[in-house]
C-alpha cells in the first residue's frame, strides 16, 4: 500500500506566539529591574507634590462650588487647609481635609507674588488670645488663586525638586526641576 498522506516537515525556528512570550517576559523582568533601582527618596518627593497638586485642584473647585473661600497656610513641616468664616470675620481649620505633615526628609520653600516667604513653624493648637495665621495661598471663589511658587525639595543633596507654580488663573501642576 502507498501512503497518500504528505510526510511531517520539521519544524524550524521559532512561531510568533513564542517570540512575543519571550519579548513580554523579558520586557516585565526589565521593569521590575527599573522599579527596584529608582530612588525612593525621589519617588517620596514626587509623590508629594503630585498630593499636593490634587489638593489644589480639588480645592479650587469646591471653592467654586461652594462659594466659599479656602486658603492654604504652609508651614515648614507641612501645610493645613482653611476657609473663610465670614461670620466670624476669621479663617477656621477644615473639618474635611487634615493637617499635612511632609516627612522630615523633604521641605518646602514658597514664593507669593514672586516674593520669598519665610515659613513659620507648625501651629499645633488654636488659643483663644492667638487665632490661626491667614494662609499664604488663597483660592477664591471666583475661580483665582494666589500667584505663586512652591518648591519641595530633600534636605539632603542630589534629590532632585518638584515645583508647584501657578500665575492665579490656572491651576499648579506638579513639574520637576532640573538638579542645579
Known sequence: ???????????????????????VILGSLVGLAVLGVSDPR????RDEAERL????????EAALLDNREYGLLVNDQG????WYDEASAAWQDSREYRQH???ASLRLQLQVE????QLA???TEEAPDNPLPAPQLLLLSSGELSSF?????????????????SDGFQLPIAQRLEQR
Request: glycine content about 10%; charged content about 15%; hydrophobic content about 45%.
Open 42 to 45: 525621589g519617588r517620596q518627593l
Open 121 to 123: 513653624s507648625a501651629v
Open 79 to 82: 501645610y493645613r487647609v482653611q
Open 114 to 117: 514672586g516674593q520669598a516667604l
Open 149 to 165: 511658587s512652591l518648591q519641595l525639595q530633600g534636605r539632603e543633596p542630589g534629590v532632585a525638586a518638584w515645583e508647584l507654580r
Open 101 to 103: 505633615r511632609l516627612p
Open 53 to 60: 497638586s490634587g489638593l489644589l485642584a480639588l480645592l479650587s
Open 1 to 23: 500500500m502507498v501512503s497518500l498522506s504528505r510526510p511531517r516537515a520539521s519544524s524550524r525556528g521559532f512561531t510568533l506566539v513564542e517570540l512575543l512570550v519571550v519579548l
